[in-house]
């Protein structure tokens, strides 16, 4: 079975406004990817939701991974930054097999990052928005 990992999040940079939400998806040793929502609260308590997750398909991966060749985004350098004091950082690390890229970001997204981005909600979500609440 081919080694397989996805985690994906997103922050906010705005470090001086509460009630800030982030999105995190990870993927398991089961198969599932499960989504997480962070929260920041104004009395600067953090908590982290479970929203839900979903189990993708051999042929989901497959086509995650054609969208990754595709946009070469197994060749991206380890940072894509752009001198922008507000905006949002990311993080991505994807494992497929042998390859495998870790990047992070703030404001500034190598070419085919949306691409990608968007290949990442169809795994996480599938064609139909799959994404099981639990």
Not at 23 to 40: L, M, N, Q, V
């Amino acid at each position: 079975m081919m080694k397989r990992f996805l985690r994906y999040r997103t922050r906010p940079n705005w470090g001086h406004i509460f009630d800030l939400v982030d999105d995190e998806y990870r993927s398991y040793a089961d198969g599932t990817i499960r989504r997480f929502r962070h929260r920041r609260h104004p009395d600067g308590s953090k908590t982290r939701e479970f929203v839900g997750s979903r189990k993708p398909t051999n042929a989901d991966w497959a086509a995650f991974y054609q969208v990754m060749d595709r946009y070469e985004a197994w060749c991206w350098t380890t940072e894509s930054f752009l001198p922008v004091m507000d905006g949002n950082s990311w993080s991505l690390r994807v494992v497929g097999g042998d390859r495998e890229v870790r990047i992070t970001g703030g404001f500034g997204f190598p070419p085919g990052f949306i691409e990608v981005s968007d290949a990442i909600h169809t795994l996480v979500h599938g064609t139909e928005g799959q994404l099981l609440e639990e």
